[in-house]
């Protein structure tokens, strides 16, 4: 074989991937289907066989590990095992969009095994450019069917914004850049009744969730054709229990 074959066969599969990830956003961008060319899938199934499902059966398995892990029954994953498999790849069967806060756990909150989530975290849980490209390249190369975008009680992030807005005082470091993007959810809550962190917790997770379904080219063109099911919800600290934001 000639050199220049040994090198092209040894070009990274990450950059491999990185390339099919833009072949396949141009693809949306042009109305076409996300999913990879059938031809792929037949000579490589998937590393876990079990997470394609459909979007529906998605959240129901998520929020079936969510049950068995507020009840304190989470099952025992055999990680050894799995390695092999995912060394290769990866097609997790939903997306995690959660707050960085180190109480909350979504591997653990859904009872889930390694290569089934794939995660985004950032304290607030908000969606700027860079969390919407992972959740593009989740949805358009990884095919997770789902995205949870995962709010939590007693947020410090929001709670730092109500109060930075109240004082009109500016957080030190880079803090300012968490605050302008909280910061549409606690103004539209401001003036309601009921707990203000609440109301502001539960709003961020609403707007980060339309923002999502409306991104453009890849995520709004995969909810309009049933590739995947974009939901909210907010996690209980006292118990681990998320319940969905309809």
Known sequence: MCRLCDAR??????????????????????GLALSPPASAKETKPPP???NEISPEAALKRLMKGNERYVEGVSRRHDFTHEREA?????NPYASILSCA??????????DSARG??????VAGNFANDDTVASLEYATAVLNSPLILVLGHESCGAVDATIKSL?????????????????????????DK???????????????VV?????ATPILNAAVADGKIKIVGGVYRLGDGKVKLID
């Open 9 to 30: 066969d040894a070009v990274a599969p990450e950059t491999t991937s990185r390339r099919r990830f833009l072949t396949l956003a141009g693809g949306a961008a042009a």
């Open 48 to 50: 876990k066989p079990q």
């Open 86 to 90: 995912l060394a290769g790849g990866q």
């Open 101 to 110: 806060d180190s109480r909350i756990a979504p591997e653990y909150a859904f």
């Open 116 to 121: 089934d989530l794939f995660v985004c975290r």
């Open 166 to 190: 109240k004082d009109n005082t500016t957080l030190p470091g880079h803090l300012p850049s968490l605050v302008a993007a909280l910061a549409p959810a606690v103004k539209a809550t401001m």
């Open 193 to 207: 009744p009921g707990d203000k962190l609440a109301n502001a917790i539960r709003q961020n997770v609403v707007d």
């Open 210 to 214: 339309a923002k999502l379904k409306s």
